[in-house]
């Protein structure tokens, strides 16, 4: 359900190792630094890496922060890259079942984003981050039991995304955004018992999943989202209906695509289960 941040690759762990050996009292080099030592934290989840190292990786990037905010009082470079900690410690606690301490730290990350965004409201990089950050915000609550809580959330990285979607019709990242804070939302509704509500969040998030998977089929990220939205499309249709088994025969079609891609995951494979188990019982019905 939740979309994170695209994050820059490299550096790794030799990278962030050397730099840590070499680091000097100097501004720039402990930036350097500090963006090493996230890069490293990436690297680890991303491999399957020990979360211990990664978790150490950020809190070292985080006392770093903290000393260039003391020396550079209000720069906005250092507060964004402690913004951007902050979601990723959040996120990587979340991982780990830690979600009270996850959702702490991506409040406060939310927090800095929206400081930045009304410093500079020009800015698309600070309206793409805030969208990002209460999306994730709101995954957290969601975990917690608080769909009111995640619903508001979901709903106000939506408002960033449809703000940065109509400042910038080709951004992919303000039509995903808006998509996915629909999907989300509709989820939450469906969770507090509004399920007309829930569906009208469905529909509003299908022209834009439907509009990046044709332009890039081979997105499977994107692509397994889309066959979760047309499985919570087809639960609003009538059982046997030839619209409902339609759209489950989208979705298992898009599921099995993402066989074997970086969007197959154990949670995708057991939804393309129920997903086939639910088409067998449409199709039987269907043709009574």
Not at 1 to 14: E, F, H, Q, T, Y
Not at 174 to 192: C, P, Q, T, Y
Not at 233 to 246: K, Q, R, Y
Request: a negative charge.
């Amino acid at each position: 359900m939740i979309l994170s941040r695209s994050v820059p690759r490299g550096g790794g762990r030799a990278g962030a190792a050397f730099l840590a050996r070499a680091e000097p009292a100097n501004g720039r080099r402990q930036m350097d630094v500090a963006q090493a030592l996230q890069f490293l934290a990436f690297h680890l989840q991303a491999t399957g890496g020990g979360n211990a190292e990664a978790e150490e990786a950020l809190r070292r990037q985080a006392e770093i922060l903290r000393e260039r905010e003391r020396a550079e009082p209000g720069s906005r470079a250092v507060r964004r890259a402690m913004e951007q900690n902050l979601y990723v410690y959040g996120t990587l606690l979340e991982r780990l079942g830690r979600t009270r301490e996850a959702l702490e730290s991506l409040r406060e990350g939310a927090a800095v984003a929206d400081a930045l965004r009304r410093e500079e409201p020009s800015s698309a990089v600070y309206l793409r981050d805030v969208g990002y950050a209460y999306m994730e915000v709101g995954g957290a609550e969601d975990l917690l039991g608080d769909p009111e809580a995640s619903l508001a959330s979901h709903r106000r990285s939506g408002a960033a995304f449809q703000e940065l979607e109509a400042a910038d019709r080709k951004s992919v990242d303000g039509r995903l955004g808006v998509a996915i804070s629909h999907h989300n939302s509709g989820l939450m509704l469906s969770e507090l018992e509004r399920p007309q509500e829930a569906l009208a969040e469905y529909r509003l998030a299908r022209p834009g999943y439907e509009s990046i998977v044709a332009a890039a089929p081979d997105n499977m990220w994107v692509t397994a989202m889309l066959a979760n939205l047309y499985t919570d499309l087809a639960g609003f249709e009538a059982d046997g209906s030839a619209s409902a088994c339609a759209l489950l025969r989208r979705s298992m079609q898009l599921f099995e695509k993402t066989a074997g891609s970086s969007g197959d995951t154990p949670r995708h494979r057991s939804r393309l289960e129920a997903v086939r188990h639910r088409l067998a019982r449409c199709e039987e019905a269907e043709a009574r």
